[in-house]
């Protein structure tokens, strides 16, 4: 393992994050909502502005964004050929790296990397976004390396790898449930008997319970929930959703939600006192409750093929009086009733190249402004979109490509990579290079 450190002078981290930082995947809520002020909410006449790029390898996890630095894992083959067949295990040899840029410049400030062998499908990089805490980056590779290092120097603080400390398999699509900090602990879906989810000391690595079995560990980020003054951490695997006791890993309920092909992909969503889970072939919504001083829930509706959406990739968001997701067998953004899940409409413009096409699993990223109903919306295509979404409708109110489509599936090119919204800008990636484009609306006006 070897770490690589340029010059780095009056960058000292401070205790709490910025309010314009984006430290870890959707956000720093964990709610894809982008709250700043004096940002574009069309696309000027003259175009957006890339402030600046720098060179990257594989990768389908997205950036953070804090303190000044951008922080990205990725992956430099040096063997092997990516099939992107979702049945195939494609072998690759290479490094898994960590990277860490200055946000305003986009200067390599280290790098931290290791040799790392892959055996997976869809095989071109890690998946998860580093989060950013307390002067901490914590990133997950795709084959299990949980490593904690400093932020400002990059070296290596305490590491972990889910194959050798827990027995754990690389689910067939590579290790992609982003981990969570929250307070003082860092929680994870890890694998193995007894350990779907394990929660660690977030200073040291040191475990403090493990929980769950399952067939497979599955990809759905550990998610935590507060509701009736009581936090509990949901963890959805193949076979089942569960709400567990975030300080002892105790089962408080558990109700069968078995996806297609064991996708636990998307992270539950919760607002007000509804939880609403989907993924390829199932979809519901619970209803929290407490029981005897304990967190419950009781289902309300369940997806047919006639309601309801059906993720894989992108990200589910509630906005006002509906909920959004692109379906991944029509690859349509769509929009569906909170009360009943009904569809309320659906539309191929801001997912793919060619509309009406028979091409499934389409994507696209939401990222809602604000309390607004104004959403930027990245598409497979690598275009950021502005558009409104209500209930009532889609309406696109512009966009323009900001980063090529490097990566392919089913014969078409696509960038799978969700960004980060910071500090007025935009940063993301493809399997070429980062990009950070300059959202600052008085740039434009000036």
Not at 195 to 217: I, P
Not at 266 to 283: E, H, I, M, S, T
Not at 312 to 319: E, K, R, S, T
Not at 353 to 362: L, V
Request: proline content about 5%; overall charge negative.
């Amino acid at each position: 393992m070897k770490t690589f450190i340029t010059v780095v002078l009056g960058l000292g981290l401070t205790s709490a994050l910025n309010a314009g930082d984006w430290s870890k995947w959707l956000g720093p809520t964990g709610n894809s909502i982008f709250e700043d002020s004096g940002i574009v909410t069309s696309i000027p006449e003259q175009g957006l502005t890339t402030k600046w790029e720098h060179e990257v390898g594989l990768g389908y996890g997205g950036p953070s964004v804090a303190d000044g630095r951008v922080y990205l894992m990725d992956y430099i083959k040096e063997s092997g050929e990516l099939s992107n067949n979702p049945g195939t295990l494609d072998e690759l040899t290479g490094t898994e790296r960590i990277l860490c840029f200055d946000s305003t410049s986009g200067e390599l400030l280290w790098e931290y990397e290791y040799n790392r062998p892959y055996k997976m499908s869809y095989p071109a990089g890690p998946r998860c976004t580093p989060i950013v805490d307390g002067g901490k980056v914590y990133a997950l590779g795709a084959e299990g390396d949980l490593n904690c290092l400093d932020a400002v120097s990059g070296k290596l603080i305490w590491s972990k790898n889910f194959q050798r400390d827990y027995g754990a398999e690389t689910p067939v699509w590579g290790h992609s449930a982003h981990p969570l900090v929250y307070g003082d602990t860092l929680y994870c879906v890890v694998g193995g008997k007894g350990s779907v989810a394990v929660a660690f000391d977030k200073l040291t690595g040191k475990e403090r319970w493990k929980a769950l079995s399952a067939s497979s560990q599955g990809y759905c980020p550990p998610t935590m929930i507060k509701y009736d003054g009581i936090e509990q951490l949901v963890i959805w695997h193949p076979e089942s959703i569960n709400g567990l006791n975030p300080k002892t890993g105790e089962v408080y309920w558990s109700e069968k939600m078995k996806p297609t092909w064991g996708g636990s992909i998307q992270a539950p969503r919760v607002v007000d006192n509804k939880l609403f889970v989907a993924g390829p072939g199932v979809a519901g919504l619970f209803e929290l409750s407490t029981v005897g001083g304990k967190p419950a829930v009781e289902m309300l509706w369940r997806g047919n093929p006639r309601n309801a959406v059906y993720p894989v990739n992108g990200n589910i968001i509630f906005g006002e009086d509906a909920i959004y997701a692109v379906d991944q067998g029509d690859s349509a953004l769509t929009a569906i009733s909170i009360e009943d899940g009904s569809k309320l409409w659906q539309t191929q413009e801001p997912v793919l190249k060619e509309i009406d096409s028979k091409d499934r699993h389409g994507t696209a990223f939401l990222i809602r402004i604000g309390s607004t109903d104004t959403y930027y919306v990245l598409s497979e295509t690598g275009d950021l979109i502005l558009a409104e979404l209500t209930a009532a409708g889609y309406r696109e109110i512009g966009r323009q490509n900001v980063i090529e489509p490097t990566n392919s599936t089913w014969g078409r090119p696509v960038v799978w990579s969700y960004p980060a919204f910071a500090e007025k800008s935009l940063f993301t990636r493809n399997d070429k290079k980062l990009v950070a484009v300059d959202l600052n609306k008085n740039t434009y006006t000036n």
